[in-house]
């Protein structure tokens, strides 16, 4: 079946630095994988997709690559801030699994100033 | 729309009582989703539902758990003879029918049983 693996948490950062969160995959069709963040309190949003290989997802400053060679979907920002302190969440929706979202167990991220 | 809602927010049952959870998708979708969320972990699935037709279940998903979408808008989670292992976070998620779309989640409905 699907599955998501996620880096193990909590990832603690200094204001401004570089971030990547990694997440690889196993999928039985050709999956649409996504980010999603979790900020304290709050449900789940998506941050950012990609629907194909080599396809580049981007939302507020984050960036993951739809890597099918290593089915991998990292996620990076170039300068974390504080507000992005919070939970995040590889997820894949595949063909083979009826399209029903997988997550991963989610990273938690601490950002301090 | 306002997106999707969830109620009750937070349940405190005793063991061995009844819950039931509802969900109030994005009105156009068709597709509703339920996960349960536990501490440290990410949401896993449970069912879901194709307009009003309940279409997979979990095998997670024991006995005790049924949900319904009766008119394929709002959806109800109930819990029969609740245990202290159901406590977790319970999930509601909807997503338009075309296949590369993301799903929208609620805010929740935190379940301790005592």
């Known amino acids: 079946g699907d599955s998501v693996t996620q880096m193990e948490g909590p990832v603690t950062l200094s204001e401004e630095a570089f971030l990547t969160i990694n997440c690889t995959y196993t999928?039985?069709?050709?999956?649409?994988l996504f980010w999603y963040v979790q900020y304290p309190g709050e449900g789940l949003q998506l941050l950012l997709k990609a629907t194909k290989a080599d396809d580049k997802g981007s939302n507020k400053g984050f960036e993951a690559t739809y890597r099918k060679e290593t089915t991998s979907f990292h996620l990076e920002k170039g300068s974390v801030q504080v507000s992005d302190s919070a939970v995040y969440f590889c997820?894949?929706?595949?063909?083979?699994?009826?399209?029903?979202?997988?997550f991963g167990r989610g990273t938690s991220l601490i950002v301090h100033p | 729309d306002t997106g999707v809602s969830q109620d009750p927010r937070h349940k405190i049952t005793k063991r061995g009582q009844n819950v039931t959870f509802r969900c109030d998708p994005i009105s156009e979708h068709n597709r509703l989703y339920w996960y349960r969320q536990t501490l440290g972990q990410g949401p896993e699935f449970l069912t879901y539902f194709q307009n009003e037709a309940q279409l997979e279940k979990s095998r997670l998903l024991s006995d005790r758990f049924s949900a319904e979408r009766p008119k394929g808008s709002f959806s109800t989670l109930e819990i029969q003879r609740t245990e202290q292992g159901d406590s977790a976070m319970y999930l509601c998620?909807?997503?338009?029918?075309?296949?590369?779309?993301?799903?929208?989640f609620g805010q929740g409905t935190r379940l301790t049983v005592v």
């Open positions: 998620a909807s997503s338009p029918t075309s296949m590369n779309t993301e799903a929208f």
């Open positions: 997820a894949l929706s595949d063909p083979g699994g009826s399209y029903i979202p997988t």
């Open positions: 999928a039985t069709g050709y999956p649409s």
